[in-house]
């Protein structure tokens, strides 16, 4: 008999399954060029050259003892070393390969520091709309997430409302921007906001609150944007890093944790994210993609592409009449429902467009589209979309 919690599991993921499986109907019954499907956040984009080039020469190049090998839990020393510069050069941190644990993708890094800094019961803080998993991250490592209602004129995250959330048993802050689902991208000024509060909160005796900042969206942020580095702005902020989007490597799982000096206990934190990554079965980041990795840090998909998707899709669906938030980041387009989501979601399938519910990322009234799509995709999708607006 499985738990009682993964059987609700089951029950919650039967709706994406129903999803997926409601777009291979649509795509038997129409054609699958009839059917827009915006409901999957998986790169379109082919990882860029070098990321080929360089898997071929680590294979090539490296002992195949020391390639294939276990090694020390926190990944190979030479490529955390490499990750750290990397880092410093760009954001001015001072990072070594004693901040760096290579992790098994975005997910990976969040499991092992949850695991590492939560005691039953303790509290971890989400901005609504949020990432879904976050819920299932936080209950899995035994912790309870604390939802802040979204701040729906700017989608960024309100300190005021972070203020209120705190109690004694919190023990962390998620920040993903750019964002999932919405597309927006912290501005400086709301994450320093974030960290007055906290560091208010910190020096009137309540405990360490460490931000988790998930990472996995950094390099895709558009019209020069900035996306701040949090551990600048705050001591106890540690970073989530994955080239699952930013390489195109979803199904390669690799990314890292960055855990500066600054950050109390680091030394603690770093030993026990390292036993984590051991207890929750990972042991070690996948060995040939950290070595392959550390030989492109510079490399990145074709941002301009998902930009350009990005304003195909923002443009058409403006000129429909449909009300989005501009993204400035990431590859989803979050966008108002004009009639009660349930009937949204339903007249855009009616018409084959495929979009997740906002009430799954715990915000509702909302729909998600990820334009990691072709191009093509998009356009053709334009005049569904404006007989259903027509509809609406
Ligand atoms: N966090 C957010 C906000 C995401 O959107 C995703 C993946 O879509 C992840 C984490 C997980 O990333 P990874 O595949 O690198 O584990």
Known sequence: MISGRMAELVKGGAAIRAMFEEGNRLAALH????????????PNFPAPEAVRRAIAETLEEDDPLL???????AGHEDVRARVAASLNARFGTSFGAGSIIMSVGAAGALNVILRTLLDPGDEVIAFAPYFVEYGNFVA???GRLVVVPADEASFQPDPGRLAAALTPRTKAVILNSPNNPTGAVYSRDTIAGLAAVLDRWQRAGGSAVYILSDEPYRELA????????????YDNAIVCYSWSKSLSLPGERIGYIAIPDEASESRLIFDAACIATRMLGFVNAPSLMQRAVARCLGAEVDVGAYQRNRDLLYGGLAACGF?????QGAFYLWLRCPVPEKDFVEAARARNILVVPGSAFG?????????CVSPDTIERSLPAFGKLADEL
Request: charge should be negative; glycine fraction near 14%; include cysteine.
């Open 140 to 142: 899995g490592n035994g």
């Open 363 to 371: 915000c509702e009234g909302y729909a998600r589209l990820a334009y």
């Open 31 to 42: 054609g699958r060029e009839n059917v827009f499907d915006f409901s999957l956040g998986n």
């Open 222 to 233: 558009y019209d020069g944007v900035e996306v701040p580095y949090v551990t600048r702005l």
């Open 67 to 73: 390639l294939h090998g276990y090694m020390s839990n």
């Open 323 to 327: 009300d989005c938030v501009f993204p």
